[in-house]
């Protein structure tokens, strides 16, 4: 495991070395608000942190479905019955073991690693909502529910797995050799576009993601990466 803290945000990450999986908490003052939980053993090294920091979880906010980002949900819940846990509302349906589609979006299957948790959330997000110091921002692709969360206090972004750090930032739907795992869990790469674009216009000072180290100052690279895809699609489309 390991610890890095950037301003009022704590990047936690397990498996470093081999499969580098990040969750966030966020300092709010009194209290912590936990953003994703990572994978089912985390809740301890989780917890210890907070400790650590001095303050009590009071809240935690999965960003989507994917089991790297759900994985302790229920351990945690246990540990920390009093936190509110607070979920994209569409990622919910996931959550809960269904992984239809709905009549409006792309028909193509959701992919990725899901464990339907037993956990269910107290508050369904939707676009523009406030947790504490985070405005949800829906952000689909990856997931068709995903919302990344800009600190409004900072414009730190905790963009989860709609933008990706590790390997080379990257609009996820986008190969990278080094990590691929992102681009194959993707469910659509063209509403995975539009998000980056939507997130981008966020002009966020700081790029926080579910897997890679805390990136400050992104709007180049984050621009490096739109246009990458943007390319990639183009050619499909030619």
Request: overall charge positive.
């Amino acid at each position: 495991m390991r610890v890095i803290k950037a301003g009022n945000l704590v990047q936690i990450t397990f498996l470093p070395y081999l499969f580098p999986v990040n969750c966030f908490l966020v300092d709010e003052g009194k209290e912590l608000t936990l953003v994703d939980v990572c994978l089912p053993y985390s809740s301890n090294g989780i917890l210890r942190t907070a400790a650590q920091i001095g303050k009590p979880i009071t809240r935690i906010i999965i960003t989507h479905a994917h089991m790297d980002h759900v994985g302790a949900l229920d351990a945690l819940k246990v540990k920390l019955p009093n936190a509110k846990v607070y979920m994209p509302k569409r990622d919910a349906k996931v959550l809960a073991g269904d992984l239809t589609l709905e009549p409006d979006e792309p028909q193509n299957p959701i992919k990725g690693a899901y464990t339907k948790a037993k956990t269910i959330p107290d508050v369904l997000l939707v676009d523009g909502d406030l947790v504490g110091s985070l405005q949800a921002v829906h952000a689909p692709g990856h997931t068709p529910g995903l919302m990344a969360f800009l600190d409004v206090r900072s414009r730190a972004l905790i963009a989860s797995d709609s933008i990706i750090i590790l390997g080379g930032i990257a609009v996820p739907g986008t190969l990278k050799t080094l990590f691929p795992f992102p681009a194959t869990g993707t469910w659509h790469k063209g509403v995975s576009l539009d998000s980056a674009k939507k997130l981008r216009k966020l002009e966020p000072t700081l790029l926080a993601s579910g897997h890679g180290t805390m990136l400050k100052n992104p709007l180049q690279g984050i621009d490096r990466a739109i246009a990458i895809a943007e390319k990639a699609q183009q050619k499909k489309r030619s």
